[in-house]
């Protein structure tokens, strides 16, 4: 196992904010995995997990005690055609390798950056699929049991991005995420409008896996939302606010909305944003909305996480103040005192 001395959380997430790291630990496999958490449990030294970083506000003040660095690696199929992936695997060469091997069920889910181990933490969703719909088993270390487990998707609790795993921060180390896929050319009925409109079929429609792959992609980068280090509107962490569900009768005047169960509907975080004054490409010091789209803040060199936090809090207490709606949001900020 590599243990480094002289990185900063900044050089290992998307935002590039974050301060020194005491001890940077990668492990390959799920037993180094296990160890390195055990270790710095035993020890009394703060952990974070960190996979590609690309969903982590991370401090500006560093990581004083343990960052272990996932990069396990590893997809198996069973006779069930389940595929039982390690955590450290590259999510969007997964979701390609899904495509060239004629599996549907993640190809809308092409482009996200990021860790197969991470997907679950938030129930990774876009373009009308999320990865709750093919999940059929999460294996974790347990850091409470200190045990090794296998937890059901009725036990991982998912949610619109959410899960157990996020409502009980730091509790659940996943070494290996189980999908089931369908066998097949074409894809899942296709369940975003926008999408379904790029692809010229109905909302409900299949079309040709490759083809939806290559879809989502371009929307994506058009938005900005394909992490590129060339990109400047791609250094962010994707939407940085979820789309907040409200009781039907508060719905905003203008605001696109969409049901979400009984008597609610899930607003337009990116609407309520713009509207509330920060449209795309809004700089405030050294972070910003998007040129691209305005549910992206971004960084620029010199950003400090305390800097990005600030001008996010000025976003929700405006959308509060206009439209009566509070905003919540969806990356992680990570303290050592919570760890
Ligand atoms: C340009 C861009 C576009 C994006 N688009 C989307 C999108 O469309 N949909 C979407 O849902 N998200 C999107 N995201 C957010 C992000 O890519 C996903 O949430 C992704 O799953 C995060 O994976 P990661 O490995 O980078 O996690 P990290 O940022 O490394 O970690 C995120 C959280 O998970 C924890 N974690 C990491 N690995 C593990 C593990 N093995 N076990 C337990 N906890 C772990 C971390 O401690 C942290 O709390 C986007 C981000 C960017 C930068």
Redesign the pocket.
């Known amino acids: 196992m590599q243990v480094r001395r002289d990185v900063r959380l900044s050089d290992l997430t998307?935002l590039a904010v974050g301060g020194p790291i005491e001890r940077l630990l990668q492990v390959e496999t799920a037993e180094e995995l296990v160890a390195a958490v055990r270790d710095a449990d035993e020890s009394g030294r703060p952990l974070?997990?960190?996979?590609?970083?690309?969903?982590?506000i991370a401090p500006d003040e560093g990581w004083p005690g343990d960052v272990v660095a996932?990069r396990t690696r590893g997809i198996e199929y069973d006779a069930a055609d389940r595929l039982a992936v390690q955590?450290g695997e590259d999510?969007d060469a997964l979701v390609a390798h899904t495509v060239e091997n004629r599996l549907a069920g993640m190809e809308a889910l092409s482009g996200?950056?990021?860790?197969t181990?991470?997907?679950p933490?938030?129930n990774?969703?876009?373009y009308g699929q999320e990865v709750a719909q093919t999940i059929t088993a999460v294996r974790v270390y347990d850091r409470a049991e200190k045990a090794e487990r296998t937890l059901s998707p009725a036990e991982c609790g998912f949610a619109y991005?959410d899960s157990r795993?996020k409502r009980e921060p730091g509790r659940?180390?996943?070494l290996e995420v189980t999908f089931r896929l369908a066998p097949g050319d074409l894809s899942m009925p296709v369940g975003y409008a926008e999408l379904a409109r790029t692809l010229g079929v109905g909302i409900g429609e299949c079309a040709p896996l490759a083809d939806v792959r290559e879809a989502v992609l371009g929307l994506r980068r058009g938005k900005g939302?394909?992490?590129d280090r060339a990109d400047p509107d791609?250094r962010?962490?994707?939407?940085f606010f979820t789309n907040p569900i409200v009781p039907a009768e508060r719905a905003v005047e203008g605001c696109p909305s969409w049901p979400s169960g009984e008597g609610q509907v899930k607003l337009s975080a990116a609407w309520l944003v713009q509207h509330a004054g920060f449209g795309r490409g809004t700089r405030d010091g050294h972070v910003g909305t998007s040129s691209r789209h305005s549910l992206a803040l971004t960084t620029e060199d010199g950003a400090t996480a305390t800097e990005l936090l600030a001008f996010a809090d000025r976003i929700i207490a405006t959308v509060q103040e206009r439209f009566g709606v509070t905003l919540d949001r969806e990356p992680?900020a990570?303290h050592p005192w919570c760890s």
């Open positions: 998307t974070l997990l960190v996979g590609g970083g690309s969903n982590l996932v955590a999510w996200i950056p990021g860790s181990g991470a997907t933490v938030q990774v969703g876009a991005r795993l659940f180390v996943v939302m394909v992490w791609s962010s962490a994707g939407s992680t990570v």
